[in-house]
């Protein structure tokens, strides 16, 4: 079985090739490689943990690994894919996905994920407001169900402290497919155990991205944080947006592609960074077909050797065709 192997810094992606195998043999196949990696580190003396791991594969009972999360989104390319960032800090705790496991209504599974992550939090001393610091929201049917869940989190937020006067999260809202039983939203977070010690700031990208309660979401546009001993940025999810909340370049995938990494690299240069300091990037397409466009803009416009996912998943509005997320580090 065809298997690609990604790598920078602490990034690691692993793609395995459909080859005409079932789902189960490709996720095999990718914990045989993550496994064979694991051991390489180890032979080297290389200590670091998985932080976070996410498996790019269907929704269903397949043999994932323990720790790991999976929100059934599927590479545009075909195959199955597993992102796996490694830290030898141990200031962070992952948490992976979330679900709610009674109804299918996404505002009461929102609500329950939120809850469920609060209490989980509390056992460890720590509050959603002070602690965490990035979250990953998958929504089936996002064009219907999207309204529910924002506004869950954001009455969620208010109750909890998280305000305009405040601060929200660093977040990626995106469609996933949750396993059977498990209603329509699922969650991954981060949250830092000292936030003091990660010196933790949120990015705004004033110049060219408003603030987003001004439009009836709330999450930051970036976090950038100490992680390892080297700045790191966070980047959200980010489209072909403008400070006033409007969608730019309706119906124009590759004028959107451009506009969402330029905003992209206004928040990295708030963040003392450039694309030059990205360790991964993931990119999420709306529509399959637009997948190898833009995927070729990309390898014109950035190293090809940064580690990428190509998605598809549709985004939180209809009209657009794509975002990105990515994680930089200067060290």
């Not at 590479?75 to 705790?93: K, Q, R």
């Not at 969620?156 to 039983?181: C, D, Q, V």
């Not at 980047?235 to 330029?262: F, M, N, Y």
């Not at 300091?277 to 637009?290: K, L, P, Q, S």
Request: hydrophobic fraction near 40%; aromatic fraction near 10%; glycine fraction near 8%.
């Amino acid at each position: 079985m065809n298997c690609r192997t990604e790598e920078a810094y602490n990034q690691l992606i692993i793609h395995v090739e459909p080859d005409g195998r079932a789902a189960c043999e490709q996720v095999a196949a990718l914990n045989k490689a993550y496994g064979d990696y694991v051991a390489g580190m180890a032979s080297l003396g290389d200590a670091r943990r998985a932080l976070l791991g996410r498996y790019f594969a269907p929704a269903e009972d397949l043999p994932f690994l323990e720790g790991f999360s999976c929100a059934g989104q599927l590479p545009a390319e075909g195959g199955c894919a597993l992102w796996v960032m490694f830290t030898s800090d141990d200031n962070y705790i992952y948490t992976p996905i979330l679900y709610d496991r009674a109804g299918s209504d996404s505002a009461a599974n929102t609500l329950c994920i939120f809850e469920e992550y609060s209490r989980i939090l509390a056992a460890s001393g720590l509050t959603l407001k002070d602690n965490c610091v990035r979250t990953w929201c998958y929504v089936e049917d996002i064009d219907n169900n999207y309204k529910g869940f924002y506004k869950t989190r954001t009455a969620f937020f208010a109750e909890n402290g998280l305000t305009p006067a405040t601060h929200y999260i660093a977040s990626t809202g995106i469609a996933g497919t949750m396993p059977a039983g498990c209603g329509v939203v699922g969650m991954d977070a981060l949250a830092v155990k000292d936030p003091a010690l990660a010196a933790v700031r949120y990015l705004k990208g004033s110049t060219n991205l408003g603030r987003t309660d001004a439009y009836g979401v709330t999450f930051e546009r970036g976090a950038v944080l100490t992680l390892d001993g080297c700045r790191t940025a966070l980047i959200s999810g980010t489209a072909s947006i403008d400070t006033a909340g409007h969608v730019l370049h309706v119906g124009d995938v590759k004028a959107q592609s451009l506009r969402a990494w330029e905003n992209i690299g206004v928040l990295l240069e708030e963040a003392g960074m450039s694309f030059g300091d990205v360790t991964v990037a993931i990119t999420y397409v709306r529509n399959r077909e637009d997948c190898a466009v833009v995927r070729r803009l990309y390898e014109e416009r950035f190293d090809s050797r940064i580690p990428h996912l190509f998605l598809h998943a549709p985004i939180c509005r209809p009209d657009w065709l794509m975002e990105t997320e990515c994680i930089a580090v200067k060290r």
